[in-house]
């Protein structure tokens, strides 16, 4: 019998990409999304399947689910600074209460739990590259302090459910990954450049330029939350590619790849913006056998590609971030 796997926030950037790789290895697959920040076009080609379910559900509310299950992927949080600053009590609920909530049905369905958990557990470091083992660096009253904490608390009761009820649990620490799908008006750095350019305007580089992001094409990133479901491993795994590079010389290659020779403009950096961030992944390399295979001048090719072939009107769709409230004075 085909193996069943619940994803919440199925409709998302990295939920669909799940549901698709489940989809493909012959999974049963039930998606659950509030749709807040989700969109239901990323997951529509699958509705037609047999073996794909919606609900359209907020998962701080109980989660019923019929059947057996046997795998949970819990996904489902606001994922960028300027959704965390919109919808900062969604973001703190969805990550404790929501939690709570898919732990306590894996726990009643028997079923292996992989949460979602972020490089911003590490916060804006003091050791570089970070490895499992750093405890971070995190202003819980700031305002990334809403995910930052949210997810620090998500590992802590997934830990406990391990330890005091047994519960097969995996946590993964996501870094910045990129790929089709990603909102074009999330904020983030990639849909913020290629929107910019794509519409002529100029690159916003928040701050001086010089601080550093690794970002991981999402294929790859599937790939290790994959394995890393599959494996027999419960502490936590950084899951990211470790090729680091500046905004600054980041912007520079968008406007290669673009074509296009737009100016760059400098506007003050957002509190709490970490100044380096690069994954260490020896543990994702021994425990896993994984490692990213995709360079970022392929992924960006592709992702350029999709942001590309996207209508006038869903390139119009996108605003600017404005942090103007949230600026380090
Ligand atoms: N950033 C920027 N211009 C933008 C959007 C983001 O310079 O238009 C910077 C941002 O300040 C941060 C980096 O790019 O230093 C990555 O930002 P993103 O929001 O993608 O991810 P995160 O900060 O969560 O890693």
Not at 3 to 17: C, D, M, Q, V, Y
Not at 71 to 99: C, E, M, W
Not at 139 to 147: Q, S, W
Not at 178 to 196: E, H, K, S, T
């Amino acid at each position: 019998m085909a193996k069943r796997i619940l994803i919440t926030g199925a409709a998302g950037f990295l939920g669909s990409h799940l549901c698709d790789r489940f989809i493909k290895d012959g999974y049963d697959v039930i998606a659950m999304d509030n749709l807040i920040t989700g969109d239901v076009k990323n997951i529509q080609h699958l509705f037609k399947l047999d073996n794909f379910e919606f609900f359209h559900h907020d998962i701080t509310k109980f989660i019923h689910v019929p059947g057996q299950l046997d795998y949970i992927l819990h996904f489902a949080s606001p994922a960028s600074p300027i959704d965390y600053l919109k919808i900062p009590i969604q973001t703190l609920k969805v990550g404790s209460v929501g939690t709570l909530h898919c732990l306590g049905l894996a726990k009643e369905k028997n079923a292996r739990i992989l949460i979602a958990s972020t490089s911003e557990v590490y916060g804006d470091p003091q050791v570089h590259p970070q490895s499992e083992e750093y405890y971070g660096n995190v202003n819980t009253i700031g305002p990334r302090g809403v995910y930052d904490e949210a997810k620090r608390f998500q590992e802590s009761i997934t830990m406990a459910y391990h330890r005091f009820h047994g519960l097969e649990t995996r946590i993964a620490r996501i870094f910045n990954t990129y790929g089709p799908r990603m909102r074009l008006n999330d904020g983030r750095v990639i849909p913020a450049f290629i929107g910019q350019a794509l519409r002529g305007e100029d690159l916003t580089i928040f701050g001086d330029g010089l601080q550093t992001r690794s970002f991981c094409f999402v294929d790859d990133q599937i790939e290790g939350i994959h394995r890393l479901l599959l494996s027999d491993y419960s502490d936590p795994v950084n899951i990211g590619n470790p090729d680091e590079i500046t905004i600054k010389d980041f912007a520079q290659e968008i406007l290669m790849l673009t074509g296009t020779n737009q100016k760059i403009v400098y506007q003050r950096l957002p509190e709490d913006d970490p100044l380096k961030r690069q994954p260490d992944i020896s543990r994702a390399k021994k425990v896993l056998g994984w490692e990213p295979k995709i360079s970022r001048s392929q992924g960006m090719k592709i992702t350029y590609d999709y942001f590309k072939n996207l209508s006038p009107e869903e390139l119009e769709k996108s605003e600017h971030k404005d942090f103007s409230n949230h600026i380090r004075r």
